[in-house]
């Protein structure tokens, strides 16, 4: 059972910015797969960013450029730095951790982030 806590989301202006944080209570690098994924209210959820364990990454088309997904080993967290934020990225973002083989999908808590002047 892997357990997933996140932080960092909050308030902000259009245009600015937040880093989301995504502890983990094992090894990132023993989980095949670490993503960021949101839920908008009446939308469904939707992936946003995606690191694999081999360092490969994937985005959203309306993330792309703005977004960063990154990850610090030695503190078993993975990041979502958002920059150029706009008001349709408020939603609950929520940190996922998938393995492969059997699959398993484990999620945090969520974390809303709300953009607006």
């Known amino acids: 059972q892997v357990q997933l806590v996140e932080s960092g989301g909050g308030l902000v202006q259009p245009g600015g910015s937040l880093r989301l944080s995504c502890l983990a209570s094992e090894s990132i690098f023993s989980i095949n797969a670490m993503g960021w994924y949101r839920q908008a209210p009446g939308k469904q959820r939707e992936l946003v960013a995606v690191?694999?364990?081999?360092?490969?990454?994937n985005y959203a088309d309306s993330v792309k450029g703005r977004f960063t997904i990154s990850r610090d080993k030695a503190k078993n967290t993975v990041y979502l730095q958002m920059n150029s934020l706009k008001p349709e990225d408020t939603a609950v973002y929520s940190c996922n951790a998938q393995f492969y083989n059997p699959k398993r999908d484990y999620w945090g808590q969520g974390t809303q982030v709300t953009v607006s002047s």
């Open positions: 690191i694999t364990s081999g360092g490969g990454i």
